[in-house]
C-alpha cells in the first residue's frame, strides 16, 4: 500500500458533482420517460383498448403482486444481498393461509402473512448468522418452499372463495381503484418512508455500501441483514394473500420466476445491485414498466418470443444508462 | 487447513473414479443382446417371483406430474409384488439422465421412464435395453427406435383434435375463440394447439371460427390470470376460450368471472383434474375438459410387470404387451362428468 | 553524497525542457497559475510540493495531454504540440506513471513496442522486437530480464524497468517519472537510481517526482517547490537541507508544525487492564486522563491497531476490560463503546472509515442518527446543519455538507472522520495513523484538532508510525513490542531514537543505534 499522500480529487465536470440523490434521480427520470413512451406507443398502436382508465387499473392491479414484493426485494438487494426464493415463498405462503381457510377471512391473512415471515426469518438466519451466502441459501429455500408448497397442500389448490374479505383485498376497488393497486401503492410509502426518511433505512443502505465502516459507525450488521429478508418474508406474506384474492385460490404451483420480475423492477429501478444505493420510486416504476410492457404485448397479440426479447433488451439499455451515470 | 482445501476435490475425483470404474463393466454386455429383447425375461420374476421396477419422472411442481409420481407408487404399491425403486423427481434433462444412469446400476428388472426431454434420455434408454432391461416410456417420447420396449402417451394431438370439434358443435361454426396455450414451443403445446386448429379447418372450412387471441400461459393458474385479464381488455366480444390445461385455467375462469363475464362465454380445459370435473357438474362457464390422464403411470407399471414376466395384456389375442398404446383423450362434459370423476387428479 | 557534483557539464548547451508562465485554469479552479522550470540534459530534476500543489497537471501539460491555458512548454528549444500525446512521444518526452499502464498478458518485448512495433511488410517482426528490446534491457543494466517473459508475472520493479524501457524505446530524452519509488522497497530504489543514473549519463533529462524528501539529495540535482500551482522555489540544489524545503512546501516555519502540547488533567476517564487476545496482543494496562494525548508508538506489526480494535470492540479480547469513566465496558461491541463515549478513526480511512458514495452530512451523522430521529423519522435538516458547523469547525474544505466524500482530498476526508466523533461528544478519541496519506499542510491542521481536542477535555489516544509526530503531538507516549507494552515515555522530553530503540530492541542502550544517531 502506497504511503504518498493522495491526490485531490481534480475539478471534473459538473455532473460528478451532483449529490447522491441526484445521480439517482437521473436514473428515475430516465424511467419516466421509458413509461411515456411505452403509454404514447401503445395509445398509437392499440387505440381503444390500451389507454382505457379500465386498462391502466387493469395493469395496475396485475402489477400489486410482484411490485409488494420488489419492495421488500429493494431493501434485500440495497445491503448487497438477494432473494431468489420469493416466488416459491409465496406459493408457500399462500398454501398455508389456505390451511387456515375454513376460519374465516383473518385467520388466513394471519397465516399466510406468519408463513411469510416464517420462512423470510429462515433464509434470515442463515445468511446473517450463518453466515451463508445469500445467494446459495435463498437457492436452497427456493426449492425447499415450493416443496413446502406442494407437500401442505397435497398438491391440489383450495378454493377460498367463501373468504370475502380476501377475495376484495386482491379483486375489489376503493373508490374506483382496485384494492390491491391501493395495497401497493401503500406499501410503496410505507417502504419510502423507511428507506429514506428514517434511521433503519439509512443503517440499510450502509450496509450495503461498506460493511465495514458501518460497523464501526456502531451499526449492528447481523441485525441489519436479518431484518431485511424478514422484511422481504413479510412482503411475500402481504403479496401472496394479493394473490390468493385475485385467483379466489390458494394454489401451490403458483409464484413462478416471480424472483427475477422482482430483481429486474429493482435493477431497472436504479438500485444497485452491489449494494449501498436504492430508490424505492425507481422499483415502482421498473415494476410498473414491465406490467405496462406485458399489458402491451399481449394486447397486441404477439408472441411470446417477442416478449421476451423485449424485455431483456429493457433490461439490458436500463443497466447500460445506470452505468453512464456513474 | 490444506487438508481441508483439497478434500472436496479429492472427494470430486474419487466419485467420478467411482462411477467411471462401475459403467466400464457395462460396456462388455455389446448390442447383441437388443435384438432377442421381445422374447426373452430376466430369470425368477417370470417365474412369478418379485419383481423389481426402476422408476423415474421429472420433478412435479405441477399437479399433473405429481399425479404421475403418485400414481405409479401407489399403483406398484397396490400390485403387492412389486418393488419400485424410484429417483427424487430433478426438473433438468441432463440430471434425470445421471439419475437413471444410476437408478440401471441397481439392475432393475424393468424400467418406467417419463423423460424431460426425449432426446436428451434416448442414450441411458438405449444403454438400459442393451443390457437386457426392458423400457417403458411415458408420455413424451424417445427420439431412437428399439430404444425403448413400449411407449405410452395420452393423446395431445387428439385432446386438440376433440377440442376443435367440440367448439365446432358448439358454437355452430361461427364465433370468437381466445386460445390460452401451455409453455409456448414445447411439444404437448404444439399438438394440443394444432391439433385444435386442424379441427376447427376441416369441421369450418370457410373460417367462420376466428382465433382472435393466442397466447401462453405456462401451464400455471397466476399466468392464466394476468394473460386472461389482459384479452379480456383488449376484445370486448368473446364467444369460448380454449386452454390447454386445468389447472391453468382455474386462473383463466377468475379473470372471467372477476370481470363479471361469464355468461359472454365458455371454457375448455385439458388433463381432467378434478377441480375441473367439479366445475363441469356444477356447470356454467366451464363446459368441458380432455383428459389426459395421469393414470397412464399407473399403467405403465402394470405393462411394465407384464413383460418382465412375459405375459400379454389379456384381452387381446397377441402373447405380448403391444410396442405403441394411446391413451384416448375423453372429452368430459356435464353429461358423462359423473362415471369419469373419479379419475380426476 | 548528492549527485550534484557529478552532473555533466551540461550548463552550456540547450535544456531539454523549459516551462515559462505556465498556467491552467479549469471551471472554478486555478490548477497552475505560473510555474517557471527548465531541466537540463542529463539532469535528474525533482519535483515535491503537496497535494493539489498541481504537480500531475504540470506533467499532463508537458507530456501533451492537456492543453494550457496561457504560457510556454519548449522541448528542446521548440514550442510542443499540445492536446496529442503522440506528438510529445515523438518529441523525445515519455511518463513513467505511478500506476505502471503495462498489459499483464502482453509479452516484455511487445509491451514495449506497444503502438510503435517495427514491421516486416504487413507482419510484425518479432526478431527484431525481441533483439531491441534485449538491447533496452541491457541499457538500463537489466539483461536478465526475459524479454518473452508476461509482464504480469514479473515483480513491480522488473515492470517498472520495462516501462523505462518502453520510453527508451521512443527515444526519449525527457523522461518524467510520477512517484516511481512508492511501489518499491528500499533495496528496489536503489536498483532505480542506478538506472536513473545510466540514463542521465546518456544525456536523458529526468523529472522525478517524489514525497520522500530524503530521496532529493540522493538521486536529484536540483529540486523545484510547487505550491498552489506556483512554483515556489525553481531550481534549488539538491542539497538544501529537508526543513528548507520543507518550510517552502508549507509556508510555514518547522518548529510551529505542532501547536502547543496540552495538559492531562487529573481525572482518568479510560483504563485498560489486562486487556489480551491471542497472538496479537498480550495483555497491556495503561490509563488515559482527560486532556491527555497518548502517542503508542512501535514497529508495524507490534499490535498496536490491534488494541485499539480490542478497546473498541470490533475483536473480543481473550481477557481482560475495559473501563469508561469507571464503568465497565461491554466488549466486542462497538455499539456498546460508542454509547459509553468512544470513538475510533481506523487506519484506513476509505474502505473502514467512511462511505464514499455517501455526502458529507451522511458521513458525519452516521454514529449519532438517534440524535435526530423525532417520531420514527429522520430530521434532516438539523442534521445537515450540525454536520456543516462540524465541518466547518474543522475548517474542511470544501465544507459543503451536500458533497461526496469520495471528491475530498485525504486530509480533509479524514476530517470528515472525526467531525463524525466530535458531533458524537465523545470522551475518549481512538485514533489509528490520523495522517497517513495526509499532506504536510492538512497535518498540521489535523495536529491542531487533536490539541484542541484534549484541552476541551477529551482524552486522545494516538496511534503512529512516524515516530516524529509523536514526539511532536503527545503527552505521553507508550510504545508497543510483539504485542507487550514495553515503555513509558514522558511526550515533552522524548526523542525519536529513543522510541525506535524501544520498539526493536530491549530497553538497555543498544551501541548499533547509538552510532547513527
Known amino acids: 500500500m502506497s504511503t504518498a499522500p493522495e491526490a485531490a480529487a481534480p475539478q471534473r465536470s459538473s455532473s460528478s458533482r451532483l449529490p447522491k440523490n441526484t445521480r439517482g434521480a437521473i436514473q428515475e427520470y430516465a424511467l419516466v420517460g421509458v413509461v411515456a413512451v411505452i403509454l404514447i406507443a401503445g395509445a398509437i398502436i392499440e387505440p381503444g383498448s390500451f389507454l382505457t382508465s379500465d386498462n391502466m387499473l387493469n395493469v395496475l392491479r396485475q402489477a400489486s403482486v410482484v411490485g409488494v414484493i420488489a419492495i421488500g426485494m429493494t431493501f434485500v438487494i440495497a445491503t448487497g444481498g438477494i432473494d431468489l426464493s420469493v416466488g416459491s415463498m409465496v406459493a408457500a405462503a399462500s398454501v398455508v393461509g389456505g390451511q387456515f381457510a375454513d376460519s374465516g377471512s383473518a385467520m388466513f391473512v394471519l397465516g399466510a402473512l406468519g408463513m411469510g415471515i416464517l420462512l423470510g426469518s429462515v433464509n434470515a438466519g442463515a445468511i446473517a448468522y450463518g453466515k451463508v451466502v445469500p445467494f446459495i441459501a435463498t437457492l436452497a429455500m427456493f426449492t425447499m418452499a415450493r416443496g413446502l408448497a406442494l407437500w401442505i397442500s397435497d398438491k391440489q389448490p383450495k378454493s377460498i372463495f367463501d373468504l370475502e374479505f380476501v377475495r376484495w383485498f386482491g379483486n375489489g376497488e376503493v373508490i374506483g381503484i382496485p384494492s390491491a393497486a391501493v395495497v401497493f401503492v401503500a406499501v410503496t410509502i410505507i417502504g419510502w418512508l423507511l428507506l429514506n426518511r428514517t434511521r433503519y433505512g439509512r443503517y440499510v443502505v450502509a450496509v450495503g455500501g461498506n460493511r465495514e465502516a458501518a460497523r464501526i459507525a456502531g451499526i449492528n450488521v447481523p441485525r441489519i441483514v436479518f431484518s431485511v429478508y424478514v422484511l422481504a418474508g413479510l412482503c411475500v406474506g402481504i403479496a401472496a394473500v394479493l394473490l390468493s384474492g385475485r385467483l379466489s385460490s390458494a394454489s401451490p404451483i403458483v409464484g413462478n420466476l416471480y424472483e427475477l420480475d422482482a430483481i429486474a423492477a429493482v435493477v431497472i429501478g436504479g438500485t444497485s445491485l452491489a449494494g449501498g444505493r436504492a430508490t424505492i420510486v425507481g422499483t415502482f416504476l421498473g415494476v410498473i414498466t414491465f406490467a405496462l410492457i406485458f399489458n402491451l404485448l399481449t394486447l397486441m397479440d404477439l408472441a411470446v418470443e417477442i416478449q421476451q426479447v423485449t424485455k431483456g433488451l429493457i433490461i439490458l439499455a436500463a443497466v447500460l444508462i445506470q452505468r453512464r451515470e456513474r | ?345 | 553524497m548528492s549527485a550534484a557534483a557529478t552532473a555533466p557539464a551540461a550548463q552550456a548547451t540547450r535544456p531539454v525542457l523549459e516551462v515559462r508562465g505556465l498556467v491552467k485554469h479549469y471551471p472554478g479552479a486555478k490548477a497552475l497559475d505560473g510555474v517557471d522550470f527548465d531541466v537540463r540534459p542529463g539532469e535528474v530534476h525533482c519535483l515535491i510540493g503537496p497535494n493539489g500543489a498541481g504537480k500531475s497537471t504540470l506533467i499532463k501539460c508537458v507530456s501533451g495531454i492537456v492543453e494550457p491555458t496561457a504560457g510556454e512548454v519548449l522541448v528542446s528549444g521548440e514550442p510542443l504540440p499540445v492536446g496529442e500525446p503522440s506528438a510529445s512521444l515523438d518529441r523525445g518526452v515519455a511518463t513513467i506513471y505511478q500506476e505502471l499502464d503495462l498489459v499483464e498478458d502482453l509479452r516484455v518485448y511487445e509491451s514495449i513496442f506497444l503502438g510503435h512495433e517495427p514491421r516486416r511488410g504487413l507482419l510484425l517482426d518479432r526478431a527484431r522486437m525481441r533483439e531491441e528490446a534485449r538491447k533496452l534491457l541491457e541499457r538500463l543494466d537489466h539483461p536478465n530480464i526475459p524479454v518473452d517473459a508476461k509482464v504480469g508475472t514479473l515483480r513491480p520493479a522488473a515492470q517498472q524497468v520495462v516501462s523505462i524501457a518502453r520510453a527508451l524505446s521512443h527515444d526519449a530524452r525527457l523522461l518524467i517519472m510520477d512517484e516511481p519509488s512508492a511501489i518499491l522497497d528500499a533495496g528496489e530504489v536503489d536498483t532505480l537510481f542506478d538506472v536513473v543514473r545510466r540514463l542521465t549519463a546518456e544525456g536523458v533529462g529526468v523529472i522525478y517526482i517524489s514525497h520522500r524528501l530524503d530521496e532529493v539529495p540522493r538521486i536529484g540535482d536540483r529540486v523545484t517547490v510547487l505550491s498552489d500551482g506556483r512554483t515556489v522555489a525553481s531550481g534549488l540544489p539538491a542539497d538544501t537541507p529537508r526543513d528548507t524545503l520543507v518550510e517552502k512546501m508549507v509556508g510555514r516555519r518547522v518548529e510551529q508544525l505542532f501547536p502547543e502540547r496540552p495538559v492531562p488533567r487529573d481525572e482518568v476517564v479510560l483504563e485498560v487492564e489486562g486487556l489480551c487476545r491471542a497472538p496479537d496482543v498480550k495483555p497491556i494496562s495503561f490509563q488515559v486522563r482527560a486532556g491527555e494525548v497518548l502517542g503508542i508508538g512501535g514497529l508495524v506489526g507490534a499490535g498496536r491497531t490491534e488494541l485499539l480494535r480490542l478497546i473498541y470492540g470490533l475483536d473480543k479480547p481473550d481477557a481482560g476490560e475495559v473501563r469508561v469513566d469507571g464503568r465497565r465496558l461491554q466488549p466486542g461491541r462497538p455499539g456498546a463503546s460508542i454509547a459509553a463515549g468512544l470513538g475510533f478513526a481506523p487506519e484506513d480511512r476509505k474502505s473502514q472509515g467512511l462511505l464514499l458514495d455517501w455526502n458529507l452530512t451522511r458521513n458525519v451523522s452516521l454514529a449519532d442518527l438517534g440524535r435526530y430521529t423525532r417520531h420514527v423519522l429522520l430530521d434532516r435538516a438539523a442534521e445537515r446543519r450540525d454536520a456543516a458547523e462540524q465541518l466547518r469547525e474543522l475548517r474542511t474544505v470544501p465544507d459543503d455538507p451536500d458533497r461526496i466524500v469520495r471528491e475530498l482530498s485525504g486530509g480533509n476526508q479524514q476530517k470528515v472522520v472525526l467531525a463524525r466523533w466530535l458531533l458524537r461528544e465523545c470522551r475518549v478519541l481512538l485514533l489509528d495513523e490520523p495522517t497517513r496519506g495526509v499532506d504536510v499542510g492538512a497535518k498540521t491542521e489535523i495536529y491542531r484538532v487533536i490539541t484542541d481536542l484534549a484541552k476541551a477535555g477529551l482524552a486522545v489516544v494516538v496511534v503512529s508510525s512516524e515516530m516524529s509526530e509523536l514526539v511532536g503531538l503527545c503527552s505521553r507516549i507508550l510504545v508497543m513490542r510483539e504485542g507487550e507494552l514495553v515503555a513509558e515515555v514522558d511526550g515533552a522530553s522524548a526523542t525519536e531514537l529513543e522510541l525506535l530503540r524501544h520498539a526493536v530492541a530491549p530497553t538497555d542502550s543498544d551501541p548499533v543505534l547509538e552510532e547513527n544517531a
Open chain 2, 1 to 345: 487447513m490444506t487438508i481441508k482445501r483439497f478434500m472436496l476435490p479429492l472427494l470430486l475425483v474419487a466419485a467420478l473414479f467411482a462411477v467411471a470404474c462401475g459403467s466400464d463393466d457395462d460396456e462388455s454386455a455389446g448390442d447383441s443382446e437388443q435384438a432377442t429383447q421381445a422374447t426373452e425375461t430376466t430369470g425368477s420374476p417370470a417365474q412369478g417371483g418379485r419383481v423389481k421396477i426402476a422408476f423415474s419422472a421429472p420433478g412435479a411442481d405441477h399437479g399433473w406430474m405429481a399425479a404421475i409420481t403418485e400414481n405409479a407408487r401407489k399403483e406398484a404399491k397396490e400390485l403387492g409384488d412389486v418393488d419400485l425403486i424410484a429417483a427424487e423427481g430433478v426438473t433438468d434433462s441432463a440430471a434425470q439422465a445421471d439419475q437413471v444412469e444410476t437408478l440401471i446400476q441397481q439392475k432393475p428388472d424393468a424400467l418406467v421412464l417419463l423423460p424431460n426431454e426425449g432426446d436428451a434420455l434416448t442414450p441411458v434408454a438405449q444403454k438400459a435395453t442393451a443390457q437386457g432391461i426392458p423400457v417403458v416410456v411415458v408420455d413424451r417420447a424417445l427420439e431412437a427406435p428399439g430404444a425403448s420396449r413400449t411407449f405410452i402417451t395420452g393423446d395431445n394431438y387428439g385432446i386438440g383434435w376433440q377440442a376443435g370439434n367440440y367448439f365446432a358443435d358448439q358454437l355452430k361454426c361461427k364465433g370468437n375463440v381466445v386460445e390460452i396455450q401451455g409453455i409456448a414451443g414445447i411439444q404437448v403445446t404444439e399438438e394440443r394447439s394444432k391439433g385444435f386448429r386442424d379441427a376447427l379447418k376441416r369441421r369450418c372450412p370457410d373460417g367462420g371460427i376466428k382465433i382472435i387471441a393466442s397466447q401462453p400461459a405456462d401451464f400455471v393458474p397466476d399466468k392464466g390470470l394476468s394473460v386472461m385479464e389482459n384479452i379480456l381488455q383488449a376484445h370486448k366480444d368473446i364467444d369460448a376460450v380454449y386452454t390447454h390445461d386445468d389447472d391453468m385455467a382455474e386462473g383463466v375462469v377468475s379473470a372471467i368471472e372477476n370481470a363479471g363475464r361469464e355468461d359472454e362465454m365458455f371454457l375448455t380445459g385439458a388433463g381432467g383434474s378434478k377441480a375441473a370435473m367439479e366445475r363441469i357438474e356444477k356447470g356454467g362457464l366451464y363446459r368441458a375438459t380432455f383428459l389426459y390422464n395421469p393414470t397412464m403411470s399407473a399403467s405403465a407399471i402394470r405393462l411394465a410387470r407384464l413383460i418382465v414376466r412375459g405375459e400379454g395384456l389379456a384381452e387381446l389375442t397377441e402373447p405380448e404387451v403391444p410396442s405403441q398404446i394411446t391413451v384416448p383423450a375423453t372429452t368430459v362434459t356435464k353429461e358423462n362428468v359423473a362415471e369419469l370423476k373419479e379419475l380426476g387428479f
